[in-house]
């Protein structure tokens, strides 16, 4: 599906325009979300957990459902409808704070974290599988960067701007900003070349999900550090009295795009399992740092360490994964391999909250330090079997 006379960045622009909207609705909340509900409707840390995993929960239980929709309807068809229920997400979040009940108001909250993660469920796995689509199979590790680059950039530039429209306009101001973010990402997914869905016999889920399994577990791992800064770097900032709390965040993002934008093109040159052990190894020392931070710039820095790892894990991983298996069936092994990284949002981070309740938010950064350490040993036995 390679349209050779247009140069690929142009092709996979309008794809990552609409990927950075979409998580641009999905940044702009993520350091406002842990304070509003801890101090604004007084629940615990465990809660907390719950509310930033909910999204992930929602993703994790409907990517087999993007993936067929992808592979058998086309990515516009997938990624129009994400958007629309991301849309409806960040209403929702507005209408909570109109609840008179705290208990409701978390309803509510829960429920949009729910939509967001079914659209965000749809609309990355049919823009990653656009994009191989029209790059060729050759060329994954590329796609999966610059999509990534459109993810996390996208995190990077919502988390202070998300803090700073909550401080000016409050919690419905920055609803609704989050809202507008995936309406217009709609008009972005009509300017990018469609793609008709492979034809073939396709595996049962069952089967892709043995495939993808291995490398899924990797980025797993690596991923529990994002979770613990996506959920406790601004409490851990304010227990210290930090200032900047939504800075890690930043940190990890802008790094994130750093090291894609540099080094990219690696994972598909190098191949995928020995730049993902690479990965892992960075992303570990960076949770350690976090881990014994006495300062506010030192959890920066390791924050961006992790995201500097972290950054090149998912297309390492992913390029091992997706070579396992055939075109007709890319689509739902996308679905599959990115609901590993949900798996540990929706489960690695309320656990997390679990162990934060009882040892403090350093604890968080122990953990994730630890599942590094397992992410580098698949990565290294993945090299072994190549």
């Given amino acids: 599906m390679t349209n050779r006379t247009v140069p690929l960045w142009r092709e996979l622009a309008p794809i990552c325009v609409m990927v950075f909207l979409e998580f641009l609705a999905m940044g702009l909340p993520l350091p406002v979300l842990p304070v509003h509900v801890h101090g604004a409707l007084g629940f615990g840390t465990i809660v907390v957990g719950i509310v930033i995993g909910a999204q992930s929960w929602a993703t994790l239980v409907t990517r087999h459902t993007a993936g ?25 979040y507005a209408l909570s704070s109109g609840m008179a009940s705290p208990s409701a108001s978390l309803a509510l909250l829960l429920l949009g974290r729910g939509l967001l993660g079914i659209g965000e469920s749809l609309v990355i796995t049919a823009a990653l599988a656009w994009g191989v689509t029209l790059a060729g199979r050759e060329r994954s590790g590329v796609v999966m960067a610059w999509v990534g680059i459109a993810m996390y950039g996208a995190l990077a530039l919502g988390a202070p701007l998300g803090a700073a429209l909550d401080a000016h306009y409050g919690f419905v101001g920055m609803a609704l900003v989050a809202g507008l973010a995936p309406a217009v990402g709609i008009a ?3 300017m990018a070349r469609p793609v008709l869905p492979v034809a073939g016999t396709r595996l049962p889920f069952y089967r892709v999900v043995a495939m993808i399994g291995l490398p899924g577990a990797g980025l797993a791992l690596c991923a529990l550090g994002f979770g613990a800064i996506a959920a406790f770097g601004t409490l851990l900032f304010r227990a210290h009295g930090w200032p900047h709390t939504a800075l890690a965040m930043s940190a990890f993002g802008a790094a994130y795009v750093l090291a894609r934008l540099l080094f990219g093109g690696l994972p598909d040159r190098f191949g995928g399992a020995r730049i993902a052990a690479a990965s892992a190894l960075v992303a570990t020392i960076g949770q350690i740092g976090m881990w014994l931070a006495s300062s506010g710039p030192m959890a920066v820095g390791a924050a961006a360490l992790t995201g500097l790892g972290f950054s090149l894990a998912f297309p ?13 069936n890319r689509g739902v092994a996308l679905g599959a391999y990115t609901a590993c990284f949900d798996l540990t949002m929706g489960v690695g981070v309320p656990l997390l909250g679990v162990a934060v309740g009882s040892y403090g938010y350093t604890a968080a950064y122990a953990l994730g330090a630890v599942a590094g350490v397992g992410s580098l040993a698949i990565a290294l036995g993945l090299m072994r079997r190549a």
């Fill in 316 to 328: 390492s991983f992913g390029v091992e994964a997706i070579r396992r298996v055939p075109p007709q």
């Fill in 68 to 92: 067929t929709r992808t592979d058998e309807r086309g990515p516009l068809s997938a990624a129009v409808l994400g958007l629309i229920m991301s849309v409806a997400a960040s209403g929702l």
């Fill in 188 to 190: 972005a997914a009509f």
